[in-house]
């Protein structure tokens, strides 16, 4: 099993949809997990930080579920400017270990 | 607040050569990471730079190596360049680990 799996998708969803993604990771020990957001050709930029708790930011909510070993990303009421590639990333308790992203999830957002 | 830069944006070197890569981290940061990107993955982790110190290894081969220096600025040092080594080389950095990493805009080698 790969360490952290994503649905590479398309997601093809037009605009003002709610869309949610998953990702599985399998390494138990990490600790802190993130989702990213990459546009074509440029570097990742942090979207938010992902908690047991639950967090919101605007439009966009995330979750993590260690007893399932997935974290999810919602998008409510998605924009044109939402089209992009989410990444999701473990970051390991023990710093010897390896971070470790997925292979993202492309969206695009349909006029 | 300057963010993280890496030099330079572009290189194309030839199969067998060494090549170093630099950037350097975000005011505060403390901690570098290096990631392998080839097209339509994602990144792949290198190896991380905690003062000074590697820490964390992916799975790349012992011709991958690097550096920190006091300043927490760091290089990527490839040697016997292979042309499976073409990539994008994102640089990226954070405070003791937390708060997740900010990267930089990265370096796109080609190998011919």
């Known amino acids: 099993r790969k360490e952290v799996e994503q649905d590479p998708g398309p997601f093809n969803v037009p605009e003002g949809a709610t869309v949610a993604f998953n990702c599985t990771y399998s390494n138990s020990a990490s600790q802190s997990f993130f989702w990213y957001r990459q546009d074509c050709r440029k570097e990742p930029k942090l979207l938010m930080s992902v908690y047991s708790s639950g967090n919101e930011d605007g439009r966009f909510t995330a979750q993590l579920n260690r007893a399932s070993q997935y974290i999810s990303l919602l998008i409510r009421d998605s924009k044109l400017s939402d089209s992009a590639t989410y990444l999701c990333?473990?970051?390991?308790?023990?710093?010897?270990?390896?971070?470790?992203f997925g292979k993202g999830t492309r969206l695009h957002i349909l006029p | 607040e300057t963010g993280v830069t890496q030099s330079p944006t572009h290189l194309i070197k030839t199969r067998g050569q060494q090549v170093t890569l630099r950037c350097s981290s975000q005011s505060g940061h403390n901690t570098v990471s290096w990631y392998q990107q080839a097209l339509g993955q994602g990144p792949q982790f290198i190896f991380q730079y905690y003062r000074e110190e590697e820490n964390g290894r992916g799975n790349f081969p012992p011709r991958f190596s690097g550096l920190q220096f006091p300043n927490y600025s760091s290089e990527l040092n490839v040697n016997a360049l292979e042309l499976d080594d073409s990539a994008l080389y994102l640089c990226a950095s954070s405070l003791d680990g937390s708060y997740g990493y900010t990267f930089g805009s990265g370096t796109r080698l080609t190998v011919v």
């Open positions: 990333v473990g970051v390991p308790m023990n710093r010897d270990d390896k971070i470790i």
